[in-house]
């Protein structure tokens, strides 16, 4: 969904935390700074980011994966 897209995705309402949409943009600015700095994020990353974005994870529990994924990496 973020890879080489420009998201378009309506608003939604919610007391609960950040929109569909909100969450959305958080992650492909996420990712397109990450570019600009010649990193492109392992496959992983986007699974764990399409289930924040559809409200599946809360924020601590995409924070909690995304540390995971870093925990895992092998040392150069």
């Known amino acids: 969904?973020?890879?080489?897209?420009?998201?378009?995705?309506?608003?939604?309402?919610?007391?609960?935390?950040?929109?569909?949409?909100?969450?959305?943009?958080?992650?492909?600015?996420?990712?397109?700074?990450?570019?600009?700095?010649g990193v492109e994020p392992v496959p992983e990353f986007f699974g764990i980011a399409d289930r924040y974005v559809s409200g599946d994870f809360s924020l601590d529990q995409f924070t909690a994966a995304v540390e995971g994924l870093r925990g895992r990496r092998r040392p150069n």
């Open 1 to 37: 969904m973020y890879r080489n897209q420009i998201l378009q995705v309506s608003n939604e309402t919610s007391n609960s935390g950040p929109s569909l949409a909100e969450r959305a943009l958080d992650i492909a600015v996420t990712v397109a700074a990450l570019r600009m700095q």
